[in-house]
T-cell receptor, first 116, second 110 residues
Framework: GAVVSQHPSWVICKSGTSVKIECRSL??????MFWYRQFPKQSLMLMAT?????????EQGVEKDKFLINHASLTLSTLTVTSAHPEDSSFYIC????????????FGQGTRLTVV | QKEVEQNSGPLSVPEGAIASLNCTYS??????FFWYRQYSGKSPELIMF????GDKEDGRFTAQLNKASQYVSLLIRDSQPSDSATYLC??????????FGAGTILRVKS
């Protein structure tokens, strides 16, 4: 149990375009989802926390208009990187938690975004 | 002060030895603590979680929590080369945010 599927696993896009990353909980209800970004040899940096049906709470320094997060259902959250630039190239990872079952969070496989 | 702090390492131990990883956190109200393992280029996988003061054992892994001192540790007994990875400490901060430390690189030498 506790499987989180993230798609795509990698994507290359042109500068100025937008990219959508999906995160699905396959066998549990994700009442809370976290989105992280990880640069090479660095730790996971929390970008935002979203609860199903509510607006995401963004961390300081993360542009909410650039990183659009939608958590419209208990099994799906999406992160859209708008007007991507090379400095947005990173490893993006989602994590999901069922608050009714505990506080453990489970991770998707991650998406490696390269903006050229 | 960072919310979750770890020594970046690398921590090198011989095969069969005990590896000890430490983590401190800033939010005294934190209630949930997690250890994840991350291999290069992969996403983290949950190893253990602990909520109460004291020790929690699961196979070769033991998590230790001391809320008064605001630290949590992970012991890996009989370390194997396959345990070589980055170990991430994560804490539920301010009730809902799951925040990670920078991670400790562990190298187990055969």
């Amino acid at each position: 149990g506790a499987v989180v599927s993230q798609h795509p696993s990698w994507v290359i896009c042109k500068s100025g375009t937008s990219v959508k990353i999906e995160c699905r909980s396959l066998d549990f209800q994700a009442t809370t989802m976290f989105w992280y970004r990880q640069f090479p040899k660095q730790s996971l940096m929390l970008m935002a926390t979203s609860n199903e049906g509510s607006k995401a709470t963004y961390e300081q320094g993360v542009e909410k208009d650039k990183f659009l997060i939608n958590h419209a259902s208990l099994t799906l959250s999406t992160l859209t990187v708008t007007s991507a630039h090379p400095e947005d190239s990173s490893f993006y990872i989602c994590s999901a938690r069922d608050n009714n079952r505990g506080t453990e969070a489970f991770f998707g496989q991650g998406t490696r975004l390269t903006v050229v | 002060q960072k919310e979750v702090e770890q020594n970046s390492g690398p921590l090198s131990v011989p095969e069969g030895a005990i590896a000890s990883l430490n983590c401190t956190y800033s939010d005294r109200g934190s209630q949930s603590f997690f250890w994840y393992r991350q291999y290069s280029g992969k996403s983290p996988e949950l190893i253990m979680f602990i909520y109460s003061n004291g020790d929690k054992e699961d196979g070769r892994f033991t998590a230790q929590l001391n809320k008064a001192s605001q630290y949590v540790s992970l012991l890996i007994r009989d370390s194997q080369p396959s345990d070589s990875a980055t170990y991430l400490c994560a804490v539920n901060i301010y009730g809902n945010k799951l925040v990670f430390g920078a991670g400790t690189i562990l190298r187990v030498k055969s």
